[in-house]
């Protein structure tokens, strides 16, 4: 397996820099156009909330690791705010009226149905999001 880690701050400035690199693993790891193209949404909404959320809109550390597997790819995402797991998060309400819908929960939503698997950890004053991507997960579609 295949391995490579990039460390930046988090923050806007940096977006495109860690979509490019989770990006071109993405085509290493096989996956073909539509599903790096979910990789490119995911890694987006997880950095944006990670930036937003964990950081308050301030810069601090990010950590994202890229592992290309027999199956796909695995992305892992490490940022040292407080402890928030998503997976814990509760499901977005789509058929609610517009106008009664709580605000947020969409990017979480989009992570849920994008990446194939995810995984979520504290490690000391970590937060670990795993996220897999498969390369069989959208034949015949």
Known sequence: MSRLSLQLAAG?????????FVLEHALRAGLDNKQSHRVELVMEEAAVNVIQHAYGG????????????????????????????????PAVDLSADLTSRKIGGL??????????ELDYRREGEQNLLILHFLRHALEGS
């Open 107 to 116: 990017g979480i939503h989009f992570m849920r149905n994008m990446a194939d």
């Open 58 to 89: 301030e810069s601090g550390p990010l950590d994202v690791c890229c592992t290309l597997t027999p199956q796909g790819l695995q992305i892992s995402l490490a940022d040292q705010g407080p402890p928030f797991n998503p997976l814990d998060a």
């Open 12 to 20: 806007l400035d940096n977006l495109d820099t860690l979509v490019l």
